[in-house]
Nanobody, 124 residues
């Protein structure tokens, strides 16, 4: 059983930065891809970023490219999402998730473990 615990959310003004952390209860980063997703009120959960297992190849949704960075500290079993130049449209609950596979995926159904989510609110 893998437990994922997110932290680092909060309220920030537009243009500001936040760093989200996702701590895992087990050493899973050596193989499984890890992703970040978000869900805004009234909207479906959507892909944000992913880092593939082993290679740590990263992919991002177009709206966050150049502003967000996903990274892994395997020694700490923690995945991060550095968010810069935040916009009001980034407001959402952010979730980290572990993929069943090592290759990156933006399909929610490929992820078998999810954190509880952390709220990010960006004011204009």
């Amino acid at each position: 059983q893998v437990q994922l615990v997110e932290s680092g959310g909060g309220l920030v003004q537009a243009g500001g930065s936040l760093r989200l952390s996702c701590a895992a209860s087990a050493r899973t980063f050596s193989w499984n891809a890890m992703g970040w997703f978000r869900q805004a009120p009234g909207k479906e959960r959507e892909f944000v970023a992913v880092t593939a297992g082993n290679s740590y190849t990263t992919r991002y949704t177009d709206s966050v490219k150049g502003r967000f960075t996903i990274s892994v500290d395997s020694a700490k079993s923690t995945v991060y999402l550095q968010m810069n130049s935040l916009k009001p449209e980034d407001t959402a609950v952010y979730y980290c998730a572990r993929s069943r596979y090592s290759t990156y995926s933006w399909n929610l159904r490929d992820y078998d473990y999810w954190g509880q989510g952390t709220q990010v609110t960006v004011s204009s």
